[in-house]
């Protein structure tokens, strides 16, 4: 049997639809004979026969009329595919999902994609919370497309860029001595309750190795895995410690002051995705995260009155 193609099928819905070979020609741009033609040679590759002659037009038999049931199905199909193609072209259609350490999944990240959906309000958007390791994993496995953590990111073969770099606040009771103060040397924290991470972590081992180099000892009593555990500790009156510039306390709680820290301690924040993998939506969610998070406020000099 021969194969019948597409401007056969295309020809055939035109002249059932119109019932008339000629005027299926002036629809398609093509002669009439042209039309017969390709009827003759759809008839041939389907096997039975498809019309009967008639004056004034072409009369379908009813085994060409149970056909063009199917024929009409695949072309609202293809109407529907062309209709999916331009909303996923105009990002009126599509999703993307980020994995993110919870520092940036409760902190920077939902202001820019609060930001990102008011330009954007059919994408859907997934955020993950995850531990430092772990998003780069996501990302590789596909799992998310794109990832926000903590620079360096160890063990990924993606593209990893950077996103911006901020010092390390000094965060202590609003009431506390260092209120007055423009910043906090490290000096400052000699024999100070001192809220810490835990030890085998980056930023644990970064800390302590400046106050090493520095002399200065710290009363290490209490710690906690994150920073928001650290806030609520040092909130609670149990020390000062040093956090990240971007944790989502620095606007949210007024018992809370921060500080800028010396020697300084840089905390940088990158972005992993390999671009010319993403879908069209996650694609523009990744150049928009590139333009705007650079924009972002310095979250510790956001609210007024929270160092008096």
């Not at 293809?78 to 409760?106: D, K």
Request: neutral net charge.
């Amino acid at each position: 049997m021969k194969r019948f193609n597409i401007r056969q099928v295309e020809a055939f819905r035109a002249v059932i639809t119109l019932g008339s070979m000629t005027k299926a020609a002036e629809l398609l741009g093509i002669s009439q004979p042209a039309v017969s033609r390709l009827m003759i040679d759809f008839q041939e590759a389907v096997g039975f026969r498809l019309f009967r002659k008639q004056r004034g037009g072409a009369e379908p038999t009813d085994d060409a009329r149970r056909l063009y049931e199917q024929v009409d199905k695949l072309f609202v199909g293809l109407e529907e595919l062309n209709h999916q193609v331009h909303a996923i072209r105009s990002l009126t259609s599509g999703s993307v999902s980020v994995a993110a350490m919870g520092l940036y999944a409760n902190g920077l990240l939902p202001d820019i994609i609060a930001r990102f959906r008011s330009r954007f309000p059919d994408i859907s958007i997934r955020l993950d919370s995850l531990p430092q390791d772990r998003v780069a994993e996501w990302v590789s496995s596909r799992r998310s497309d794109i990832g926000i953590a903590s620079l360096p990111i160890s063990n990924s073969t993606l593209v990893v860029s950077g996103l911006m770099r901020r010092p390390a606040l000094c965060v202590f009771p609003v009431d506390h001595e260092f209120a007055g103060r423009e910043t906090i040397h490290a000096s400052d924290i000699a024999g100070c309750s001192f809220v810490s991470f835990p030890r085998g972590t980056p930023f644990r081992f970064e800390i302590d190795a400046l106050f090493e180099r520095a002399g200065v000892d710290r009363l290490m009593m209490t710690e906690a895995t994150t920073h928001e555990a650290v806030c609520n500790l040092v909130e609670a009156g149990l020390g000062v410690s040093i956090v990240s510039p971007y944790s989502p306390h620095l606007r949210r709680n007024p018992r809370l002051g921060f500080k800028p820290f010396l020697p300084a301690i840089p905390i940088a924040i990158g972005i992993i995705a390999d671009e010319g993998d993403l879908s069209v939506a996650a694609r523009e969610f990744y150049r928009f995260v590139l333009e705007h998070i650079g924009k972002q406020p310095s979250p510790g000099a956001a609210r007024p009155g929270a160092d008096k």
